[in-house]
């Protein structure tokens, strides 16, 4: 199959879990596609490999400096888009605060200065609008910054926060030729299927409810999207003529932790994980809390939920969200298959034919 009359796409952090979707749907779709990995013999770089099958030729993995201006602009040349999703938990974290800032910024330049590319888009996070302290009552939507000095957001995210805010002041700078159409996508926690050889912290909680690692459920309510609808939304802004200059809130559902483990339990009990479903009392939840850190850093959102609008990437781009239901099930699934959480002596995979995750290869 010859793709080289397609655009090509740059897709940076290629190995995290919302890199690798993004480049599946990307070849799917036909597109030739050029993906940054950190290091080129790491072994789990097989995996997007694989997503090629017979059209290997459409995926082109590099690793660059990305502190360097030069591997930038290499790194664009020839590409008409750019999806850029920073700092993930496949990549060594920055050396200090600015780094990731400084990095957007050559990137940008790079873009701005380049012949060939149309739009940039940029992954933030729905903590970039609702932040870490959700107010009672207020609905949330693109319109809504969070603030950037609460003490409560975590490093990784008050990064994101400052990526996006860098991203925008940047392109209000550029003028004539040099000006560039950018997007944000701000996403929740991206559950769903892992491909074979990428990463996701998120699948930490699925794992622990099933392998009976978790002894307290507490009243935590979670902002949860499908990892297969986030890429889509990527691709969607990419060309969709309504996209730039927005920010697009991409959220499923809130869903209580003990809802998760429902889903589950519903699907996987037969199966022999004999999984929790009860909500643990909130002072049970503050006694452990006092030995755990993990554990009292969400008890300041234990009971709490958001409101949000997410209309708007419906409207603008076409597309739907999956149930929260789905994507967990469909998570564990590959997650089970890919042995990255143990099988019981009674599982049986799915009532239809099942295959290690490596969903679709373009063929």
Same mark, same amino acid.
Request: proline share 4%; charged share 25%.
């Given at each position: 199959?010859?793709?080289?009359?397609?655009?090509?796409?740059?897709?940076?952090?290629?190995?995290?879990?919302?890199?690798?979707?993004? =480049?599946?749907?990307?070849?799917?779709?036909?597109?030739?596609?050029?993906?940054?990995?950190?290091?080129?013999?790491?072994?789990?770089?097989?995996?997007?490999?694989?997503?090629?099958?017979?059209?290997?030729?459409?995926?082109?993995?590099?690793?660059?400096?990305?502190?360097?201006?030069?591997?930038?602009?290499?790194?664009?040349?020839?590409?008409?888009?750019?999806?850029?999703?920073?700092?993930?938990?496949?990549?060594?974290?920055?050396? +200090?605060?600015?780094?990731?800032?400084?990095?957007?910024?050559?990137?940008?330049?790079?873009?701005?200065?380049?012949?060939?590319?149309?739009?940039? !888009?940029?992954?933030?996070?729905?903590?970039?609008?609702?932040?870490?302290?959700? @107010?009672?009552?207020? *609905?949330?939507? #693109?319109?809504?910054?969070?603030?950037?000095?609460?003490?409560?957001?975590?490093?990784?995210?008050?990064?994101?926060?400052?990526?996006?805010?860098? $991203?925008?002041?940047?392109?209000?700078?550029?003028?004539?030729?040099?000006?560039?159409?950018? !997007?944000?996508?701000?996403?929740? +926690?991206?559950?769903?299927? %892992? *491909?074979?050889?990428?990463?996701?912290?998120?699948?930490?909680?699925?794992?622990? =409810?099933?392998?009976?690692? %978790?002894? @307290?459920?507490?009243?935590?309510?979670?902002?949860?999207?499908?990892?297969?609808?986030?890429?889509?939304?990527?691709?969607? $802004?990419?060309?969709?003529?309504?996209?730039?200059?927005?920010?697009?809130?991409?959220?499923?559902?809130?869903?209580?932790?003990? #809802?998760?483990?429902?889903?589950?339990?519903?699907?996987?009990?037969?199966?022999?994980?004999?999984?929790?479903?009860?909500?643990?009392?909130?002072?049970?939840?503050?006694?452990? $809390?006092?030995?755990?850190?993990?554990?009292?850093?969400?008890?300041?959102?234990?009971?709490?939920? $958001?409101?949000?609008?997410?209309?708007? !990437?419906?409207?603008?781009?076409?597309?739907?969200?999956?149930?929260?239901? @789905?994507?967990?099930?469909?998570?564990?699934?590959?997650? *089970? #298959?890919?042995?990255? @959480?143990?099988?019981?002596?009674?599982?049986?995979?799915?009532?239809?034919?099942?295959?290690?995750?490596?969903?679709?290869? !373009?063929?």
């Amino acid at each position: 199959m010859s793709q080289n009359n397609q655009p090509k796409v740059l897709v940076t952090s290629g190995l995290s879990h919302l890199g690798s979707h993004i =480049i599946l749907q990307l070849l799917q779709k036909g597109y030739q596609v050029r993906g940054i990995v950190c290091d080129l013999s790491n072994t789990r770089c097989n995996g997007l490999k694989q997503l090629t099958a017979n059209a290997s030729q459409d995926l082109e993995l590099i690793s660059i400096n990305q502190l360097d201006q030069t591997s930038w602009s290499e790194a664009i040349q020839d590409c008409t888009y750019v999806c850029y999703i920073p700092n993930d938990s496949s990549n060594n974290l920055p050396k +200090d605060e600015m780094e990731p800032m400084e990095i957007t910024k050559l990137l940008l330049n790079a873009c701005s200065t380049s012949t060939s590319i149309q739009r940039l !888009v940029v992954t933030s996070s729905d903590q970039a609008v609702i932040g870490s302290s959700v @107010i009672d009552g207020k *609905i949330y939507s #693109e319109e809504d910054w969070s603030d950037i000095d609460d003490p409560n957001i975590q490093p990784c995210l008050k990064s994101k926060i400052l990526i996006e805010k860098t $991203a925008w002041e940047f392109a209000k700078t550029l003028k004539g030729k040099n000006k560039l159409e950018l !997007v944000v996508i701000n996403p929740c +926690d991206m559950y769903g299927p %892992i *491909i074979a050889g990428t990463t996701c912290n998120n699948l930490e909680i699925i794992k622990k =409810i099933l392998e009976k690692k %978790i002894s @307290i459920i507490p009243k935590l309510c979670l902002r949860i999207v499908d990892i297969r609808d986030v890429a889509a939304v990527h691709i969607a $802004a990419m060309t969709s003529p309504r996209a730039p200059g927005n920010r697009y809130l991409t959220i499923s559902e809130s869903v209580w932790v003990k #809802e998760i483990a429902e889903y589950l339990a519903e699907e996987f009990d037969s199966q022999g994980y004999k999984i929790s479903k009860e909500e643990t009392p909130l002072f049970v939840v503050k006694g452990v $809390a006092l030995i755990n850190k993990s554990l009292k850093q969400v008890i300041p959102a234990i009971g709490k939920t $958001a409101t949000f609008q997410n209309d708007k !990437v419906v409207k603008d781009l076409g597309l739907k969200f999956r149930s929260v239901a @789905i994507t967990v099930v469909d998570m564990a699934y590959s997650a *089970i #298959e890919n042995g990255l @959480i143990k099988k019981t002596s009674k599982y049986r995979g799915r009532n239809t034919q099942f295959v290690r995750y490596i969903p679709e290869a !373009v063929q």
